[in-house]
């Protein structure tokens, strides 16, 4: 049985069992369209998504905002996007639960009448494009990493990759943040080359991130180097890396501190505990500073940040922000993130899972000079205004957008 045959199989199955038909009154419209940005986490939406989610309301489109609910739906609503509720668990694997979540989805599409969804992450990737399989709609993902599911290939790897497939058939583009991820899903056939769209990541706001060139800040201290890990607090992160090398430098240099600032998200089985967290800043090894929706003033206060992930990552929108801010960077030689960095030239290099390496990397910058970090870190600025501004992800989506505004046919 082909995988179209399959997808055929499915779609029909699920029509039925929704009672939607396909509606014959299709026509040609050159007029604005009701475009879905959906997301796993309303706080995505608002922290990732916003400026490209007023770019498009801009060009006189309907914006629609989808996510489960987060207490971020508000801010949403509040910046001029109406908000819908998708339920959906980010780690569920119920499926009875999970197909009641795509049907929902499905039917919610219908209802709102969305000619196009917007998507990211690799659930909402995928449950968008098996609902606009039934709501006949069409789809653009964004491809920002594969997550830890590819970390270490299993049975369960294999029947993502039979759903990213199916999911992809109603994409007439889909977006990659870096070349390793396009050139799997090619290989692996799950689009076609007439798809695929490098874009650099999810860009940054050059205007909102400007040079800082020395730490400033309540939480900077003219006496130490600073160190920042920003990210989410799961161990694939590189958490567990940063925390074995910061202890080791701390042990050789007085003049040295290790902040960590990001969401605990207790639901992710590779979550980090709040009581490991509380242990490591007893040892006095680490700072934690919570979470905020404000990352700029913990950056402008370090003097490096640093991001040891060996995630399945897209493009780390962290490394993106810290570069925008003329900081110099750590990061490891793996998918996604050595994207992000010239070794040597804006930041350094080391080896995924290896605290030791990582230990060495922080250790050299430690030992530059202020001026030699300040140089690094302008030439990363440079690299982010040459190469991944914003400006040219969202020109990418109004291209297409516009494109299939002309083309699409859609229900009047």
């Not at 219908?110 to 069409?138: F, M």
């Not at 056939?189 to 020395?214: H, Y």
Request: positive net charge.
């Amino acid at each position: 049985m082909t995988a179209n045959t399959i997808s055929d199989y499915f779609l029909t199955s699920l029509v039925l069992g929704l009672g939607l038909s396909p509606n014959p009154n299709r026509q040609k419209i050159f007029s604005s369209m009701r475009i879905a940005i959906l997301s796993n986490t309303g706080w995505y939406l608002y922290n990732f998504r916003l400026g490209l989610m007023k770019a498009i309301k801009s060009n006189n489109h309907q914006v629609i905002a989808i996510s489960p609910r987060d207490g971020y739906e508000k801010k949403n609503e509040i910046a001029g996007f109406r908000h819908l509720e998708f339920k959906v668990s980010a780690n569920g694997l119920n499926p009875f639960r999970e197909l009641h979540s795509l049907l929902r989805l499905a039917s919610l599409l219908r209802r709102e009448r969305i000619d196009l969804v917007l998507s990211n992450t690799p659930k909402g990737n995928i449950y968008a494009g098996l609902a606009t399989l039934l709501a006949e709609n069409r789809i653009v993902p964004n491809i920002s990493g594969l997550g830890r599911i590819f970390i270490r290939p299993s049975p369960l790897t294999h029947l993502v990759k039979w759903l990213y497939r199916l999911s992809m058939l109603q994409a007439p583009y889909v977006f990659f943040q870096n070349k390793d991820d396009l050139e799997f899903f090619l290989e692996n056939k799950l689009v076609k080359p007439s798809q695929a769209i490098l874009v650099p990541g999810s860009g940054v706001d050059l205007i909102r991130f400007k040079i800082t060139l020395r730490a400033t800040g309540p939480s900077a201290s003219p006496d130490c180097i600073t160190f920042l890990l920003l990210a989410r607090l799961l161990w694939e992160k590189g958490v567990g890396e940063y925390i074995d090398a910061a202890r080791h430098l701390k042990k050789r240099h007085k003049n040295v501190r290790f902040l960590l600032l990001g969401q605990l998200d207790v639901t992710n089985p590779a979550a980090i505990p709040q009581a490991k967290i509380e242990q490591w800043q007893s040892e006095g090894i680490i700072d934690y500073l919570g979470k905020t929706d404000d990352v700029r003033p913990y950056i402008e206060a370090a003097d490096c940040i640093v991001l040891p992930s060996y995630y399945r990552e897209g493009t780390p929108r962290s490394l993106l922000e810290a570069a925008a801010s003329a900081k110099p960077i750590i990061t490891t030689n793996s998918i996604g993130c050595r994207d992000t960095v010239e070794n040597g030239v804006t930041g350094l290099l080391c080896e995924p899972r290896n605290a030791e390496d990582l230990a060495d990397k922080m250790e050299k910058m430690l030992m530059m000079s202020e001026d030699q970090r300040q140089i690094m870190g302008l030439k990363g600025r440079v690299k982010m205004e040459q190469e991944f501004d914003e400006r040219i992800v969202i020109e990418k989506y109004l291209t297409i957008i516009n494109e299939l505004n002309r083309s699409e046919y859609r229900s009047k």
